[in-house]
């Protein structure tokens, strides 16, 4: 028994996020002002007051990043500390988060990172002109059905494999438009293009690939003090050179997000704990263990108010 602690990726960022925690709480201040340091720019304006800049890939990933540290910072303080967890993972750019809570990266070579892997995906972005598209109630059959007529047209591959009836494709405009069109003859309720910069979790995004092993080969990984769930995988990963590598791997690869869950589940998990902007992973558990002998409890803290939650209470 234990609590999984879950970061979100990309997409859960929005305009002025982790300002009311820098207000509130001194020691989140000190962790943007570090942010700020080790990144050469003003992270805090780019988030709060350049309006639609919190959404470019190279803003939002070390902003998402460092508002989910700063807000396990005030969690910490307030007791809340690794050695009492069971596990921990992250959707795509939450990796980072969750190996620098496990203890195997530094948070100035996270940031680091993830700045440099937010610029080449914004300029695989550019190069290969792509996105991504959410399929409402496909199965992992259809979806991959659906991405074999996408690759007729061009790069196209099945991207998420978020939970039960929520998968996402990527991949070229032309293999996107051309699923799309025939995805009710496959039994798909819905699918919808996604606002996103581009083809994430394709072959659409090898360059950005190439950049970031170059960059994690000068990068010092430990093993995690805690269980790591990687994305490439859905298992425990904790060699610092196969976690290095999955992490080149994720950005082409897909991200098996149910897989994971379900082996946390089946790790005996009794809680779940969602700290940074948004609450959908908890969204997505609570889909994912709909099946489950039970349920694990739910908690995010994405507002100071949230720490007024008791321990493991569902929003």
């Known amino acids: 028994m234990g609590e999984a602690v879950l970061f979100p990726g990309q997409g859960a960022q929005f305009p002025g996020m982790g300002k009311d925690w820098v207000e509130a709480f001194p020691s989140a201040a000190r962790l943007f002002e570090r942010a700020e340091r080790v990144l050469g720019f003003p992270l805090r304006a780019a988030c709060w007051e350049r309006g639609d800049e919190v959404h470019r890939t190279d803003i939002a990933q070390p902003g998402i990043l460092t508002t989910s540290a700063a807000i396990l910072g005030v969690l910490a303080e307030r007791g809340h500390a690794p050695s009492k967890t069971a596990l921990t993972a992250g959707l795509s750019l939450g990796e980072y988060t969750a190996l620098w809570y496990a203890g195997a990266l530094d948070f100035d070579d996270a940031v680091r990172l993830v700045r440099l892997r937010g610029e ?44 039960p009836g929520q998968i996402v494709l990527s991949g070229e405009l032309a293999a996107l438009d051309a699923l799309e069109a025939v995805a009710a003859q496959h039994g798909v309720k819905r699918a919808v293009r996604l606002s996103v910069a581009g083809g994430f979790h394709s072959e659409c995004m090898r360059s950005a690939a190439q950049r970031l092993e170059r960059a994690l080969a ?43 869950m379900r082996h946390a589940l089946a790790s005996g998990i009794d809680a779940v704990l969602e700290p940074g902007p948004g609450s959908v992973l908890c969204g997505l558990m609570r889909r994912i263990a709909k099946d489950s002998a039970s349920v694990p409890r739910l908690r995010s803290v994405e507002k100071p108010a949230d720490l007024e939650l008791s321990p493991g209470a569902s929003p």
Request: with cysteine; charged share 20%; glycine share 4%.
């Open 120 to 163: 080449a995906m914004q300029e695989a972005s550019e190069r290969v002109k792509s996105s991504m598209t959410s399929l409402m109630g496909a199965t992992p059959e259809q979806a991959e059905a659906l991405a074999a007529v996408g690759r007729t047209r061009g790069i196209c591959a099945v991207a998420n494999l978020n939970a």
């Open 218 to 260: 000068e990068v010092e990984v430990k093993a995690p003090r805690i269980p790591f769930l990687s994305n490439v995988t859905g298992a425990p990963l904790s060699d610092p050179d196969e976690i290095k590598a999955a992490l080149a791997r994720q950005v082409c690869s897909s991200v098996l997000w149910e897989r994971s």
